[in-house]
Each structure stands twice: as C-alpha cells, then as structure tokens.
C-alpha cells in the first residue's frame, strides 16, 4: 500500500515508521519539499520512505495520514488539493488545540456542536476522512505497551469501507480492541477524550497513558 503523510512532526514520523515497519511505501510530505525533518525521517526509515510536497504526499497516496498542527490544517489541505484525495482513505489525527501557555493543558478551539474532524471532511469533501489515532500519544501510536494489556482506539468517518481499512491498519498496528462510533461527527466526543489525556498527563507528571474499555 502506498502511504502520504501530510505533516512532519512527532505524530506524522512516528505513524510513517509504523507504516514502514509493515512492509508500506511512505511519503511525507510538507510544505517545502526539502524539509529537514522530513529528510532525516526518511534517511532513517529505509528505502521504503520517500518526501515531497504535501501534494505530491497526496497524490502518491492510496491511503493519507492528516499529521498537521491545528492552525496548518487547512492551509496543509489546500495545498495537497482535495482533487489528489478524492475518493482515498484520510486518517485524521489531528485535534483542534487551543494553546492556554505553557504551564496550562490546551482547551478546544471548537467543539460539541462540531469538531475538527468534521471541518477536515467539509475541506476535502471526496475524501473518506476518518478520525483515529488522535486520543493518544505519539510514543504510543504504534504497538502501545502496557502492563493492562493494548488499550483501546476509537474512531469514526461517515465511510464503513474507509472506516474498515482504519481498522486492520489498527489492529495491524497493535489496537486489537478498536471501536468504530459512528459518523464523522463522533469526533465531537474523541476530540475532547484528547484534552482529557493530556489533563492526565499534566497531573500524573507521565505521557505513557491510554484508554482502555472494559466489560463484564
């Protein structure tokens, strides 16, 4: 499977390693296509991993990872062109921070009457945008291991083929336990579950921390 990356921060290495670790093609793309980042990503993942511009990400893709910071995510989407996304997968990652300093967690800059998950669906609206990954940290992202056992990943889209790929590349990945919520708009609720982990964080003084559903 071919893999566009559209973002070169934490999250978008480490889900590119992932992908690469699979045996998949990957691109990482950003907004120059000779970022440093992004070249020393792909100089430590092997042959399988390649960069460019966020469009040439898109294009290359079968399979796109939305990795951008909140305030770039529109601007990221222009630039790879819906055209290069239509009809494709889009893992959405992303969550819409609202940065209160740096001795305070992030609040939401949107949220329970829509999400960014939702924005990301209206900005490229061929696209079969589905939110994952965005409720953990990026250590995590792939194989998480705890003590309790794999943790739990929820995600949603409006696509159920979309959403069915998003779930063998979890379980692929290492979240055995995956639960599809519904539509696009399901979000609304995984959004803030992002704010609530980084809370934990701040107080437990530790990032190595997931949700796991239990039941009787």
């Known amino acids: 499977m071919r893999v566009g990356i559209l973002g070169t921060g934490d999250v978008g290495?480490?889900?590119?390693?992932?992908f690469v670790g699979l045996g998949h093609e990957v691109k990482?793309?950003?907004?120059?296509?000779?970022?440093?980042?992004?070249?020393?990503?792909?100089?430590?993942a092997g042959a399988l991993a390649s960069t460019g511009t966020f469009a040439d990400a898109a294009a290359f893709a079968e399979v796109a990872v939305l990795a951008t910071a909140w305030s770039g995510t529109e601007n990221a989407l222009q630039l790879a062109g819906p055209v290069n996304l239509a009809g494709k997968v889009v893992i959405d990652a992303t969550n819409p921070l609202a940065l209160a300093g740096p001795d305070r967690p992030p609040g939401l800059a949107l949220g329970h009457t829509d999400s960014g998950g939702e924005q990301v669906q209206r900005w490229v609206p061929d696209a079969r945008v589905v939110k994952a990954f965005n409720?953990?940290?990026?250590?995590?992202?792939?194989?998480p291991d705890f003590p309790d056992g794999p943790p739990t990943m929820f995600f949603c889209g409006n696509d159920e083929d979309a959403k069915a790929t998003v779930s063998d590349i979890l379980i692929a990945f290492g979240w055995p336990s995956s639960i599809d919520i519904g539509g696009i708009e399901g979000a609304r609720l995984l959004e803030p579950m992002c704010i609530l982990w980084v809370i934990c964080g701040f107080h437990s003084g530790s990032w190595d921390?997931?949700?796991?559903?239990?039941?009787k």
Do not use: C, P, Y
């Open 209 to 215: 921390n997931a949700f796991k559903l239990l039941r």
């Open 13 to 18: 290495r480490a889900l590119g390693t992932g």
């Open 28 to 44: 990482m793309g950003s907004r120059d296509a000779a970022n440093e980042r992004a070249a020393q990503w792909a100089a430590a």
């Open 135 to 143: 409720i953990v940290g990026n250590a995590d992202m792939v194989n």
